[in-house]
């Protein structure tokens, strides 16, 4: 009888170790599964608004009867940032990501026409959509502050044509070429400086006449709190 109680004492004993072990386990996972959770990096949400100058460019027999040319124009963007991954020495912080930029904008010229017959002064106006993937690098100096640096192609279509003479057929409304910017970030604000070169002729007077924009403009920029939240950045 006091082998059998010993023995029932032993059994007892075993499983409710045995129990504790795998709870003490399962509890363990839950935490690393917890824990690969909190380390995925976000996506950064911002809308940027932009203002600056329009000129053509190429060569002398493109830009032969154009002359004077450059006009204001905006931008509007929204798009989002994601972080390859994240790396630091203790001091400065470093993040290459990839995003992509939705854009609402125009390109716009005040030129002269130099025709065959007649002199006409004129303004050439486009207001496009924008779609432009591009990769970048943040450099965290602190928790507020940050620059950001990036590039990548764009394609844009103008929805909305004016130029001078319908007696031409409509200026190429496709164009396409490279963004590159540089911003300094404190907190949620950017100040961003932004250059689109354009690869597309706009045959303005022809197919043989025209320019490639090109486009500097100064952009304010905010990281939307409710979207992402970056890593470097002070959140509330």
Request: glycine share 8%; proline share 3%; with cysteine.
């Amino acid at each position: 009888m006091k082998k059998i109680l010993i023995i029932l004492c032993f059994a007892i004993g075993f499983s409710t170790l045995n129990a504790q072990v795998v709870k003490s386990s399962s509890e363990k996972t839950v935490v690393k599964r917890t824990e690969k959770k909190q380390t995925k990096k976000p996506s950064n949400w911002f809308i940027k608004l932009g203002y600056g100058g329009c000129k053509f460019t190429g060569s002398e027999d493109e830009l032969e009867r154009i002359r004077g040319y450059r006009n204001a124009v905006y931008k509007i963007d929204i798009g989002f940032t994601k972080p390859f991954v994240e790396l630091s020495n203790g001091r400065i912080n470093l993040a290459p990501y990839w995003g992509m930029d939705f854009s609402f904008g125009n390109r716009s010229v005040d030129y002269d026409y130099l025709g065959d017959w007649y002199h006409q002064e004129d303004t050439y106006t486009a207001h496009n959509l924008q779609w432009s993937p591009n990769i970048g690098l943040d450099i965290a100096l602190s928790r507020y502050f940050c620059f950001d640096l990036h590039i990548g192609p764009y394609l844009s279509y103008d929805y909305s044509v004016k130029w001078f003479d319908d007696k031409y057929d409509k200026p190429n409304q496709f164009d396409a070429g490279l963004n590159m910017g540089i911003g300094f970030w404190i907190n949620r604000v950017e100040l961003e400086f932004s250059f689109q070169k354009g690869f597309v002729f706009t045959n303005i007077c022809d197919e043989d006449r025209g320019g490639k924009t090109n486009i500097l403009l100064l952009k304010l920029g905010y990281r939307l709190p409710t979207l992402g939240k970056m890593k470097f950045h002070k959140v509330n």
